[in-house]
């Protein structure tokens, strides 16, 4: 009888072992049920680039269909979606998954009749009153349209400078240029002085990574020191080459721990080594490279013109101006659309958002007057508009920081690091 037991024990401990490797090995899942009047399509990637697991959900009704992810921890448990909640307004379906536990994790999203999926927060007043009613019966299972807008109170740090503490998220660590350095705000603000007096251009310089890189201004004519501030904890560090190096250079962009550079006097590429901290000579002007997620031939033309590198797959489809796509399993393409503002105002940009597994049913999610200062971490996604910096996540766009010197310097940038 003990051996009976022991044998048993000896087994259930086995399967215990073998379903713990299985769960902890598992990539995910692929599952179809139905919901209501609802087909649901569920895939679960716990492979995420981003290191949350990530459900994509494909509902399909009989008038229309929509896709979403959701990064939400479930342990793995597939069918998570319990029940959808549908009203039609107009011309546009709206829905509302909820989740297992009665939960909520995303806004009531409206599929419109030009195939775009837009948010609750971004609807017309109009739309909204329309919904009123949709909106008050899902308050039970704790949805709040005000956890979509950005009510948070800034802090005055200076004359130029306010943060607002309440949007800033954890580990998100923000650095931003001022006159003789850095600026950096996470869950304490420092600064870091670079240079011995106000420095109002600086173009050679670039941040990646944790890392700010910045050629040293305190020289006139030319210069030998790169500066290498770590964002996270303010530290400097000094990496020196054994060449004389034009103020006439281009950073040309980070590739993993290196960072390129083009002097266009001496028509010599340049690699600076964070990991060796060294500086050396990789191309002359016959044998130019460029990177974009591989290395090409790049003319030396273009390296005068000032080509960067670029770490994106882009692709514009039509009536999109500028694509961006992130992550090849998991993550987000977004996309953008010029529009015009009022007479002698310039344009904005209209930012849209797919699923990288759809990339043709697209979500509004904001507008900016620029996609050139926009950072793309993880499922963030940080950009300059006016004297501001603001973030977008699922919970809709919040400010973080204001800095009025942004409206009277535009050489100034940012740089973001999820640590």
Known sequence: MKFLFRTLGILLAILIVLKLVIFLFDNGHKVSYSVGNFKIEEELKTNSLYGTDDYYFNVKHEKFKMNFQVPINYNKADKVITAIKYKKVGNMN????????????????????????????????????????????????????????????????????????????????????????????????????????????????????????VADYNEEYSFKNFYIVNIINGNVKEIRSYNDISFDSIMQGFVKDDVYLFDKDAE???????????????????????????????????????????????????????????????????FYKKQPLAEG???????????????????????????????????YIYFKDGDSIYYYYNNGVKKVITNSEFEFNDDLEFGVYIK
């Open 268 to 334: 010599t590429q340049y690699k600076v080594s964070l990991k060796h901290e060294s500086v050396e000579k990789v191309a002359d002007k016959n044998n130019l490279k460029y990177y974009n997620g591989k290395w090409e031939n790049m003319t030396l033309n273009e390296a005068i013109d000032g080509k960067k590198f670029d770490n994106y797959y882009v692709k514009s489809p039509k009536d999109y101006d500028d694509a961006v796509c992130l992550g090849k399993d998991t993550g987000y393409c977004y």
């Open 94 to 213: 709206c829905i509302m998954p909820i989740f297992k536990g009665g939960k909520t994790y995303t806004d009531i999203m409206c599929l419109g009749n030009k195939g775009e999926i837009n948010l609750y927060h971004n609807l017309g007043e109009n739309v909204k009153k329309s919904l009123s009613d949709f909106v008050s019966s899902l308050s039970k299972f704790g949805y709040n349209p005000e956890d979509y807008v950005d009510n948070a109170e800034g802090k005055k740090l200076s004359n130029t400078q306010i943060i607002y503490e309440d949007n800033m998220v954890e580990n998100h660590y923000i650095a931003v240029e001022n006159y003789k350095g850095l600026s950096l705000f996470s869950n304490k603000e420092a600064s870091v002085k670079i240079f011995n007096n106000d420095i109002y251009k600086k173009p050679i310089k670039i941040f990646g990574d944790k890392y700010y890189v």
């Open 345 to 379: 105002e310039g344009d904005e940009f209209l930012v849209y958002r797919a699923d990288v597994q759809n990339t043709k049913l697209k979500t509004y999610i904001f507008k900016t007057p620029s996609v050139d200062s926009i950072i793309y971490l993880n499922n």
